[in-house]
């Protein structure tokens, strides 16, 4: 988990896993937050720059997350960092996120 701002005001949780197709980890970010008051000054983007810094440190080769479609600032945050909704190249078929409680 890594924190950030003063109180802290973000945290960005990773899991680590074998990669399946090459000698590395993936790396799953299970959440990045920011509490509300603080959002929209760059602390989201500096959890993630960290994160993705953080998870190729540890040898992670690929790192995938889940945004609801809602949460369009979070979206755009990912898209501004590379992150890509289709499979693929731009212009793939969209990628699609399932969960269920077992």
Known sequence: ???????????????????????G??????????????????????????AIDFA???GATYMDLNAAETDVA?????ESLGFSRTEGKPGGPINYYYEREL
Do not use: I, S, T
Request: charged residues 25%; proline residues 4%.
């Open 56 to 58: 190729r440190a540890r």
């Open 1 to 23: 988990m890594l924190v950030g701002g003063d109180q802290p005001d973000g945290l960005a949780v990773l899991r680590f896993r074998d990669a399946l197709w090459d000698d």
């Open 25 to 50: 980890l993936e790396c799953y970010l299970a959440e990045l937050y920011v509490v509300p008051a603080k959002r929209g000054h760059g602390l989201g983007r500096a959890l993630m720059n960290a």
């Open 74 to 78: 979070a979206r755009a945050l990912y």
